[in-house]
C-alpha cells in the first residue's frame, strides 16, 4: 500500500482532495493520523462520519431506534426537486426520515443513511445510478440485469438496509482501525485554506472533464440541505476540456500543491494518483516547485457502474 512505502506509522499525512476519504480511512488503518481536506460538502460528511470514533453503544442504541422508525411521515411538502425524482411513497419516507434525524445523537450517521438510501430510491435505471439526466417513469429494459425492471416506488426498504449496513461497517472499523488515531475534515477551498503540520501528501486529484463532484450527490445536496460550492470545484466536468479550461486547472491544482508545500517539510512526499492522460503533471509539478521523483503505473479494476471495467493510473511521487 502506498501508504507504507511513503510513510511511517505515527506521522500525519495531509489528502487535499480527499472526496470520501480512502486516504483518511486506510491512515487510521496504518497507524497514522490523517487531515483530508474537500470543498464538497457531501464529502466532507461522509468523511466526518466513516473516520469517527463512536461510542459503541450510543451508536447501536441511536441507529436501531431510527430503524424502528421508518416509515414515520410528516405533513412536509417535498421539493420540486424531490417530486421530480421520486414516487410520492419514496419522498414521504425520506422526508420522514430525515425529520427524525436530529433526534439522535449520531445525526449524522442518519444523514448519511439517508443519502445513501436517496440515491437508491432516485427514480433511475439500475445502470445509470452515477449520472442519471431525467427521472425514469416506466417500466425499461435493464442492461445490468437483462430483464424488465420498474424505477423504485418506495425507500423504506432502502432506509432500513443501509441504517443496518451503516452501523456494521462502522462496527467492523472500529475494530481494525489503530488505537489514538485521529482524523480530521477541513470544508473548504484547498487552494486557500489555512493548513497544519504534515509528514507528507497522499492524494487523488480531480481531472478536467471527468466528474463534476457536487452533482454526482445532487440528491444529498437537496435532502440534506448542504452548502453548494460547485463553482469552487477544479478541473469541473462542467468547466469542459477547452484550453481555457485545462490551464484554468492546472492553475487550480498548482495553487492546492504549493497551499500543501506551505505545510510540510522540504523533502516531504508527494504521493499523486492521477491518470494523466494529457500529461499536464510533469508542468504542475514545476510550477509548485516539485521535483517528479518516479511515475508509477499502475492497472485499477473499477467494480461498479456504467464506467465500470479496467483502466491504468499513475502514481507520481514528488518531493
Ligand atoms: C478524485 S476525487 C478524490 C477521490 C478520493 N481519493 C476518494 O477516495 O474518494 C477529487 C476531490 O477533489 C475535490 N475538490 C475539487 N476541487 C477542490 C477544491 N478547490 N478544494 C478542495 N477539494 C476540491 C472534489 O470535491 C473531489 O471530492
Given at each position: 500500500?502506498?501508504?507504507?512505502?511513503?510513510?511511517?506509522?505515527?506521522?500525519?499525512?495531509?489528502?487535499?482532495?480527499?472526496?470520501?476519504?480512502?486516504?483518511l480511512?486506510?491512515?487510521?488503518?496504518s497507524?497514522?493520523?490523517a487531515t483530508?481536506v474537500?470543498?464538497?460538502?457531501?464529502?466532507?460528511?461522509?468523511m466526518?462520519?466513516?473516520?469517527?470514533t463512536?461510542?459503541?453503544?450510543?451508536?447501536?442504541?441511536?441507529?436501531?431506534?431510527?430503524?424502528?422508525?421508518?416509515?414515520?411521515?410528516?405533513?412536509?411538502?417535498?421539493?420540486?426537486?424531490?417530486?421530480?425524482?421520486?414516487?410520492?411513497?419514496?419522498?414521504?419516507?425520506?422526508?420522514?426520515?430525515?425529520?427524525?434525524?436530529?433526534?439522535?445523537?449520531?445525526?449524522?450517521?442518519?444523514?448519511?443513511?439517508?443519502?445513501?438510501?436517496?440515491?437508491?430510491?432516485?427514480?433511475?435505471t439500475?445502470?445509470?445510478?452515477?449520472?442519471?439526466?431525467?427521472?425514469?417513469?416506466?417500466?425499461?429494459?435493464?442492461?445490468k440485469h437483462?430483464r424488465?425492471c420498474?424505477?423504485?416506488?418506495?425507500?423504506?426498504?432502502?432506509l432500513?438496509?443501509?441504517?443496518?449496513?451503516?452501523?456494521?461497517?462502522?462496527?467492523a472499523f472500529a475494530?481494525?482501525?489503530?488505537?489514538g488515531?485521529?482524523a480530521?475534515?477541513?470544508?473548504?477551498?484547498?487552494?486557500e485554506?489555512?493548513?497544519?503540520?504534515?509528514a507528507?501528501?497522499?492524494?487523488?486529484?480531480p481531472?478536467p472533464?471527468?466528474?463534476?463532484?457536487?452533482?454526482?450527490?445532487?440528491?444529498?445536496?437537496?435532502?440534506?440541505?448542504?452548502?453548494?460550492r460547485?463553482?469552487?470545484?477544479?478541473?469541473?466536468?462542467?468547466?469542459g476540456?477547452?484550453?481555457?479550461?485545462?490551464?484554468?486547472?492546472?492553475?487550480?491544482?498548482?495553487?492546492?500543491?504549493?497551499?500543501?508545500k506551505?505545510?510540510?517539510?522540504?523533502?516531504?512526499?508527494?504521493?499523486?494518483?492521477?491518470?494523466?492522460?494529457?500529461?499536464?503533471y510533469?508542468?504542475?509539478?514545476?510550477?509548485?516547485?516539485?521535483?517528479?521523483?518516479?511515475?508509477?503505473?499502475?492497472?485499477?479494476?473499477?467494480?461498479?457502474?456504467?464506467?465500470?471495467?479496467?483502466?491504468?493510473?499513475?502514481?507520481?511521487?514528488?518531493?
Open positions: 500500500m502506498l501508504l507504507a512505502r511513503y510513510f511511517r506509522p505515527g506521522q500525519h499525512v495531509l489528502d487535499p482532495f480527499a472526496g470520501s476519504g480512502t486516504t480511512v486506510q491512515a487510521l488503518e497507524g497514522l493520523d483530508g474537500d470543498v464538497a460538502a457531501f464529502n466532507c460528511l461522509l466526518e462520519v466513516k473516520t469517527r463512536y461510542n459503541p453503544f450510543i451508536l447501536e442504541q441511536d441507529l436501531r431506534s431510527a430503524h424502528a422508525r421508518i416509515g414515520e411521515t410528516t405533513g412536509e411538502r417535498p421539493s420540486a426537486y424531490v417530486r421530480r425524482w421520486y414516487a410520492p411513497q419514496a419522498a414521504r419516507e425520506l422526508i420522514g426520515f430525515r425529520a427524525l434525524v436530529d433526534d439522535y445523537e449520531h445525526a449524522d450517521v442518519l444523514r448519511v443513511v439517508l443519502a445513501r438510501a436517496a440515491r437508491s430510491a432516485r427514480r433511475t439500475h445502470f445509470d445510478l452515477d449520472f442519471p439526466r431525467d427521472p425514469q417513469l416506466e417500466p425499461y429494459w435493464c442492461h437483462r424488465e420498474r424505477p423504485v416506488d418506495t425507500a423504506a426498504q432502502f432500513r438496509r443501509y441504517t443496518l449496513d451503516t452501523l456494521a461497517r462502522l462496527k475494530r481494525v482501525r489503530a488505537r488515531c485521529t480530521s475534515v477541513i470544508h473548504g477551498d484547498v487552494r485554506v489555512a493548513l497544519g503540520r504534515f507528507g501528501v497522499l492524494t487523488s486529484p481531472y472533464g471527468l466528474i463534476d463532484y457536487h452533482e454526482q450527490h445532487r440528491y444529498a445536496y437537496e435532502l440534506l440541505a448542504l452548502d453548494d460547485r463553482e469552487l470545484e477544479v478541473g469541473a466536468a462542467a468547466a476540456t477547452s484550453r481555457a479550461a485545462l490551464a484554468a486547472y492546472s492553475d487550480g491544482i498548482v495553487a492546492a500543491l504549493i497551499n500543501a506551505e505545510s510540510v517539510a522540504r523533502s516531504a512526499p508527494f504521493v499523486i494518483v492521477v491518470n494523466d492522460r494529457r500529461d499536464l510533469p508542468e504542475i509539478l514545476e510550477r509548485a516547485g516539485l521535483r517528479l521523483e518516479q511515475r508509477l503505473r499502475r492497472h485499477v479494476n473499477r467494480r461498479t457502474g456504467r464506467r465500470a471495467g479496467e483502466f491504468f493510473e499513475d502514481v507520481l511521487i514528488a518531493r
